[in-house]
């Protein structure tokens, strides 16, 4: 309904105009109060989207700023870690040229030397876990090595697996090297090839060591991951797996098999460390807890129901189908894995033929041995002579063996050999010595004597048996000085006829026709070293350990909020990289890797000889001129890192400036313009309301009329 109300002409076109100055003026007093000109998409879509991705941007480079400052103090740090290290190695170089130069009391040569063989790496490096530990909590977590004393001939193998190590370590997911090696020396201990020539350490540097007990350039020793390892302790791992032993059933599940809760299948399976008995009826559980029952069975159920109580017994066998045959499998690989599956006829319950027969006490099946995995390449290393004037205490036989010895029947060349004041061990050389008693050759006889030697706790490793260029027999301590001392003495029997002299006497001297023991013992001792030990030499080389050890604690130190880019536990570079991202999108980046500067991953060991010698000086220094050649090329790229992180660090801080300003412009108000504006408005204002009361003054005179 339209209005009533009639406004003239001139009063109409003052109000409008009074309005749209009120509307400008409202508009205005906004840009004014919020100093922005555009406010929302309304007041112009095009600048205030543009506005919002510019500001959109810079939030997000501002988000990526808090990244990159890191990044720029994790470089810092570890460029402050390089320098620190970089002192250190220079006191452990000042170290090592003071005592080259330190002649007071120099040895005129070394002692003799065991072999020595340390893994490449240290254990708790090769873990790569926080603790320094490695996981050995089944048999397939292998870490066994082989050793050999013969320069690779024959070796031994020393198992490190969960069936192993459960002896010496409570938790078998975290062994310690410590807890390794006193595995090792257990087993050592019980090997009649290695018992008492061989020990096994942890080196100050965290590697596994082993090392001979005799010294001398006849002592050699070689170790290498055994062909069934999977883990690397330090002396490496098959690079192809080793495989798995299965034991497959003779016939495959039958289509009708069905269990009750007296019939079933009863079987006891081995994975040669633990036996495990079976017993599957319709009451028994699957994985999903229910029961098998008593309706037809598949085979994949009954090899389920195994597993579940395999699991529970603890056992590493597992249970499965493949071609429709039943198949236990171990978790133990390489060629020495075990598996073997027998029949159980349990009273009161039948067994039921579910492919591997139902004969007590057997099995009808097919056995796959494990298959070894890739050679190892094994470590070796060798004892020198002493060449200080100490000597090792030798025998050697006064009459060269001949090819051959006749030791048939009871012709017998025993003799005893005592080491020190212990007592005299028998040394049986019978019929019984080679394979043909009338032909026992050299080489038998020298097996023979190292063979009870080694049977002997007071003599194993304490002393060895050779031949020497002249094929006489020789009879040596392992060790040198003049502690050492061994008496041999003929003691071949009463029959003077029968007795054979391998060159060490022979019972000759009879009464009425009877050998009495009147033979003269035959006694050699060692000598010390005619040189002297140099004490200030090695007083500097435990002063250059130490330094070794602050280099390390060094590098784990050199970290910035979480991130170290000087030490990792692992061979992994990913472990320790630094990864920087520069732009919103992540397509520009920059990945900094870290490297292991700790005194491992510098080639710095840890000295044994006590800087007694200058040869071991001077390796000592080419190590250190070596790990600074390393320092100061990483500290080269680090510092190239850094001005790349610190350069984009600037560009950024610029760039979000330039965003703000540019969204600024775009949408912020001229508060000059608009306060002139203003004023403009509210003068137009005061003349727009002067005119709609003139306009309305002929009104009032009508008005007045009327009354």
Avoid: C, W
Avoid at 106 to 116: L, M, R
Avoid at 204 to 228: E, M, Y
Avoid at 339 to 346: F, I, M
């Amino acid at each position: 309904m339209s209005s009533s109300i009639t406004l003239s002409a001139a009063t109409r076109q003052n109000l409008l105009s009074l309005q749209d100055t009120a509307g400008l003026l409202s508009t205005t007093q906004n840009r004014l109060s919020t100093g922005k000109k555009v406010n929302s998409a309304l007041d112009n879509p095009t600048n205030f989207f543009t506005s919002q991705n510019l500001t959109a941007r810079s939030s997000d480079l501002s988000n990526l700023l808090d990244g990159i400052s890191n990044g720029v103090q994790t470089i810092q740090a570890a460029n402050q870690g390089i320098t620190s290290i970089q002192k250190l190695v220079d006191s452990a170089k000042s170290t090592a040229n003071q005592a080259l130069a330190d002649k007071s009391a120099t040895s005129s040569g070394k002692a003799a030397t065991a072999a020595t063989v340390s893994g490449t790496k240290s254990f708790q490096g090769l873990a790569g876990t926080l603790d320094g530990t490695q996981d050995f909590s089944a048999l397939n977590k292998d870490g066994s090595i082989d050793i050999s004393l013969d320069g690779g001939k024959t070796a031994t193998t020393i198992r490190l697996d969960s069936a192993t190590l459960k002896g010496t370590a409570s938790d078998l997911t975290k062994v310690t090297a410590e807890q390794v090696v006193s595995a090792i020396n257990s087993q050592i201990a019980n090997s009649t090839a290695l018992k008492g020539q061989v020990a096994a350490s942890v080196a100050a540097d965290g590697r596994v060591s082993l090392s001979t007990k005799g010294t001398g350039a006849t002592q050699q020793l070689t170790v290498s991951g055994s062909s069934s390892a999977t883990l690397d302790i330090g002396f490496g791992k098959s690079a192809t797996a080793p495989g798995a032993a299965t034991f497959t059933a003779g016939a495959a599940f039958g289509g009708a098999v069905a269990f009750t809760a007296t019939a079933g299948s009863f079987l006891t399976v081995s994975d040669g460390v633990n036996s495990t008995d079976l017993s599957v009826t319709s009451t028994s559980l699957k994985s999903d807890g229910t029961a098998l029952g008593t309706g037809t069975l598949a085979a994949a159920d009954v090899a389920d129901a195994y597993n579940v109580q395999l699991k529970a017994a603890g056992s590493s066998l597992s249970a499965s189908v493949s071609g429709g045959k039943i198949v236990f499998t171990t978790q133990d690989l390489g060629t020495g894995a075990a598996v073997s599956v027998v029949n159980r006829a349990p009273t009161g319950f039948t067994d039921t033929d579910v492919g591997f027969g139902t004969t007590a006490g057997a099995a009808t099946g097919v056995f796959v041995a494990g298959t070894a995995g890739s050679a190892v390449t094994g470590l070796s290393a060798s004892g020198s002579d002493a060449t200080d004037g100490s000597a090792k205490a030798v025998i050697t036989g006064t009459t060269a063996l001949s090819a051959t010895t006749d030791l048939s029947g009871s012709k017998n060349a025993t003799f005893s050999i005592q080491l020190g004041s212990n007592k005299a061990k028998t040394i049986t050389l019978d019929s019984t010595t080679g394979a043909t008693a009338a032909t026992t050759s050299r080489q038998e006889i020298v097996d023979a004597i190292n063979r009870q030697i080694s049977a002997d706790t007071g003599l194993a490793g304490q002393v060895t048996a050779s031949l020497d260029v002249n094929n006489k027999l020789v009879v040596s301590s392992t060790a040198g000085g003049s502690t050492q001392k061994i008496t041999v003495t003929a003691t071949q029997g009463t029959t003077v006829a029968n007795n054979i002299d391998v060159g060490f006497g022979q019972q000759t001297s009879t009464v009425n026709g009877t050998a009495t023991a009147t033979t003269t013992p035959i006694v050699a001792t060692g000598k010390d070293s005619t040189g002297s030990t140099n004490a200030t030499r090695q007083g500097l080389a435990a002063q250059f350990n130490e330094l070794l050890n602050q280099i390390t604690q060094q590098a784990k130190d050199s970290s910035y909020n979480g991130i170290n880019l000087l030490f990792r536990t692992s061979d992994d570079p990913k472990e320790n990289s630094l990864h920087v991202t520069f732009n919103e999108t992540g397509s520009s980046s920059l990945d900094i890797k870290g490297v292991k500067l700790d005194s491992d991953g510098l080639g710095l060991t840890q000295v044994t000889g006590g800087f007694q010698s200058d040869d071991e000086i001077k390796g000592v220094l080419s190590s250190i001129s070596s790990a600074t050649s390393q320092l100061r090329a990483q500290a080269s790229t680090f510092g190239s890192n850094l001005s790349v992180v610190q350069n984009r660090q600037d560009f950024s801080k610029n760039l979000i400036n330039i965003l703000d300003t540019g969204s600024s412009n775009l949408t912020s108000a001229d508060l000059n313009e608009e306060a002139a504006n203003s004023q403009a408005l509210s003068t137009r204002n005061s003349l727009a309301i002067s005119a709609l009361s003139l306009a309305n003054q002929a009104q009032q005179g009508i008005l007045q009329l009327l009354r």
